[in-house]
């Protein structure tokens, strides 16, 4: 996306105030109002538009204006009713109301995404693929395509009902056709036995298998030493944590904890969904050379599969309350994931101070797939001893792929 919204329009600004707006609020929060015209909603080929507005109680960061803020947009959105997925075409950013960033393209060539639930793109697509109007439609005598089929009427949000950042339950996000593949997790069921000493160790990994020749051929392989790096002031994460995880597995390799649909990052590239998180002891990653004794993997996947990690530290003091309620479960033996009894949020894991060294690399264990991007949060959270013990208890060894070398790949922060 970064590389397609490019073109500087300023053009459109005359455009999008042209017109006779009439504004309806979506959605009130505490930091931000999320306002849609009706004037401007169009159903442009199999598709709708909207315009819509979304006002900041405080300045934001666009990754691309590094030097700018803005505290409000208007951007306009192209939904995909059947297929439930919405793009942006054009962005506006203003710092009280004078314009300091815009961007834009073609329909055709944006990126259609699963909205978020609860997300401003999935409010304002609830609000715009609403049937309300009787739709002229064919009708179908046979039993229609999965694709053409209508998505399940979700409930429409009382208006103005603002849904508090607060809200204690993780709606249930609407029930999908699968339609990706999960995440490629190499944790996952492996056909290759592979291991972290011996034989099958990560010094072979790249021969055990074909799929596996990445592990020895890569030049971007992961984990890495965090030491020399390039300032590019980054912004803080702007993440989504709220969701509780949904079960637990020992997958042999790891203490593996499975997440519904909910909790996301954002980057320049676009969402990424949190899918997993597992765990690794000692670390992996290694920051100015310290090996920290426990390192948790937060495995997003955006919609076309491309991967970020998002790598916690976590040095040994207090105990960790999130790690406490999933250690409760964690079993020796390795089996399928198991429901859990408690709510632990991402944001229990993940340390409030959201700064972080950035780097491409790839999977630390087979199949090493490369172009994965790698958020090291700076700040560590604690483990008590006993916590840690408590992995290694079940693991039964190290679980970390020694450092692979750098190849001239830069670090920024
Ligand atoms: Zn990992």
Known sequence: MKQLITALLLYFAVIVSSHAAAWVKLNDQ????????????????????????????TPQNNPETIDKTYNSAKLLWFFDCPAQKVATAQVFQYLDNEMVYSAAIDAKSAEFIDPVPESHVDIAMRYVCKPEKPVVVAKPTKPEAEKTKPAPAKPEPAPEAAKTEKAEK????????????????SDDKHK???????????????????????????????PVNIDATTH??????????????????NNGHSVQVNFKEGNMLVLDSGAYQMKQVHFHSPSEN???????????HFVHADSKGNLTVLAVMYTEGKANLGLAKLWGQMSKEV??????????????L????????????????PPCTEGVRWLVMKNPMTASKEQIKALNDVIQHDNNRPLQALNGRIIVE
């Not at 980054?234 to 637990?248: E, G, T, V, W, Y």
């Not at 290694?286 to 948790?296: D, N, S, V």
């Not at 089996?335 to 229990?348: D, H, I």
Request: aromatic share 8%; proline share 8%.
């Open 30 to 57: 505490n930091t931000e109002k999320l306002m849609l015209d009706k004037q401007s909603v169009l159903q442009k080929d199999t598709l709708k538009r909207a315009w819509v507005k979304i006002e900041y109680k």
């Open 170 to 185: 993780a709606p249930e996000p609407p029930a999908k056709v699968a339609t990706k593949p999960d995440v490629k997790a």
């Open 192 to 222: 290759t036995h592979w291991t972290y000493q011996g034989k099958t160790g990560p010094d072979n990994w790249g021969k055990l298998s074909p799929e596996f020749a990445t592990c020895a051929s890569g030049r971007n392989q992961s």
């Open 232 to 249: 590019a002031a980054l912004k803080p994460l702007k993440s989504i944590q709220k969701f509780a995880a949904k079960d637990i597995a």
């Open 286 to 296: 290694t920051i100015h050379g310290k090996i920290f004794p426990l390192e948790a």
């Open 335 to 348: 089996g399928e994931p198991v429901a859990l009894k408690n709510r632990v949020t991402p944001s229990e």
């Open 350 to 365: 993940i340390p409030e101070n959201r700064s972080y060294y950035r780097y491409s690399g790839s999977l630390t264990t």
